[in-house]
């Protein structure tokens, strides 16, 4: 850790502001993928869970609709039962319209799937998925317990009988007519789209990453080179080169600092030179009192050897 401390310390500034620029834009990058991505998908997913609920709820509005013809005298029972048999295998949703729905009973035997009519009028209780789920029996039991709900397992994509994926699906009992109709999401389909969406993600991250990437060495360009300058000349005025200034043309605080210390070293300049002239009069003093004491001097020893003489 003190290491680390160290090295940030002594690391230039154009570096330093480099690295927090890159360091927020990664961080931003983990922020959005790992937690706001999957937040997205399990939103996309929920979406997707209400719109099979309502799908649902049309073909069971469907079903009451003839139900109440039946007992109004319009139909037979039989009659109704044909027709919304119809009606909802001809139900198609979804980009492709490929997205279907299936009629079950409790039994629970296939009254209707429009992809797998090999089942249509079978037992299915002992029907399981590749993993050994017995799907049909879990969505009896779901409706049994609580009316409606949904039930996850893996079933073939589609009408692609060979590509067998997880689906969750959406399944509700009418009651009056001893079925459950059901429809369900494909897994693939939510993750084709979010793969798409992680794509579309990822390169507009790398646009972020370039262009704060840019931006920040501009920024740093901008900081250090006149920081540089302002380095390099109190490096020169330590020398004691008081002849440079530093011409740094900004409104900043680096051009505040460099006004600050141009004025300062045209106050030292002056200093400095009235200092020499203060030396060189002190000098030409000196001088004076020196040539004065030996003009003394030299009168002191004549006047010696004058009264040396008289004596």
């Not at 017995?134 to 994509?157: H, I, P, S, T």
């Amino acid at each position: 850790m003190n290491s680390l401390s160290v090295w940030w310390r002594n690391l230039s500034i154009k570096y330093k502001i480099a690295t927090l620029g890159l360091v927020v834009i990664i961080v931003f990058g983990l922020a959005v993928f790992m937690y706001a991505m999957p937040a997205v998908e399990e939103s996309y997913l929920n979406k997707k869970k209400e719109k099979v609920m309502d799908i649902v709820e049309i073909a069971i509005h469907i079903m009451q609709e003839l139900d109440k013809k039946s007992k109004d005298g319009l139909l037979t029972q039989e009659d109704a039962k044909q027709q919304a048999i119809t009606i909802i295998k001809a139900m198609r949703y979804g980009p492709d319209k490929k997205d279907y729905l299936w009629i079950n009973d409790f039994y629970p035997a296939m009254i209707m799937h429009p992809y797998r009519s090999d089942l249509d009028g079978k037992d299915i209780s002992d029907y399981a998925d590749p993993n050994g789920k017995r799907l049909f029996v879990a969505m009896v039991n779901v409706c049994k317990e609580k009316g409606e709900g949904f039930v996850d397992y893996m079933w073939q994509y589609k009408d692609q009988k060979d590509k067998i994926v997880p689906k969750v699906s959406f399944v509700k009992a009418y009651n009056p007519w001893g079925w459950i109709v059901g429809t369900g999401i494909y897994i693939e389909d939510v993750r084709s789209e979010m793969r798409s969406l992680y794509i579309k993600s990822i390169l507009l991250f790398i646009v972020m990453f370039i262009l704060v990437a840019i931006i920040t060495y501009f920024i740093a360009r901008t900081i250090s080179r006149p920081l540089n300058k302002v380095a390099n000349f109190s490096q020169l005025i330590a020398q004691g080169d008081l002849s440079q200034r530093i011409d740094i043309d900004q409104e900043d605080e680096i051009g505040v600092m460099a006004r600050a210390l141009n004025s300062a070293t045209d106050n030292l300049e002056k200093l400095v030179a009235e200092v020499k002239v203060a030396v060189s009069n002190l000098t030409q003093a000196v001088n004076e009192i020196a040539n004065g004491n030996e003009s003394l001097s030299q009168r002191t020893s004549e006047q010696a050897s004058s009264l040396e003489e008289i004596a």
